[in-house]
């Protein structure tokens, strides 16, 4: 928490070449059409956002229809993109599911909008700048029934010398 509340500051990423991003998913609708994707966590709606022909949801604790998490190691490497939740970064996950991906897009609020994630294999980061936190605002934006965008701007960085 305390390395995204730095990295994912306005002060940090003034100095960085992001963009505006509405939804880590919404830019690669079309270009993952005939793919084979893999996602790492839960994400509502991806039908709606992704048009992959096949779309493998690896999780923790599977939902119907979901891959068991330890499914990754043979599942990521037959992948053509894949959407990896920034909570890799925090239970230590995010090293070996780098490794094992060919294009990774590391994806969620919690994602450290960090460029050397690039070196580590990462193809795009998206993820969340917080405005300034107040008394006022900490309250809401803890509760499970606020939208983020509220409090800051969802947005994505990429990896400068990849192409699709």
Known sequence: AALNAYINSETYLSQLNYLPDT???NSYKEITAGKNVGIIGHFTHLERTLSA???????RRPRPEDYPDTACEYILPKMDYVF??????INKTLP??????K??????????MSPVLFKYGAFEL???????I??????????DNVKLSQYG????LKKQTDIY
């Open 134 to 143: 107040t008394d006022k605002n900490a309250e809401a934006i803890s509760s």
């Open 23 to 25: 939804n880590g998913f």
């Open 84 to 89: 990896i939740t920034g909570s890799a970064f």
């Open 103 to 112: 294009r990774s897009i590391i994806v969620g609020p919690s994602t450290p």
């Open 96 to 101: 070996r599911l780098l490794q094992l991906s």
């Open 126 to 132: 998206c993820g969340y700048s917080p405005k300034t």
């Open 153 to 156: 701007q969802r947005i994505s």
């Open 53 to 59: 022909s096949n779309i493998y949801v690896l999780e």
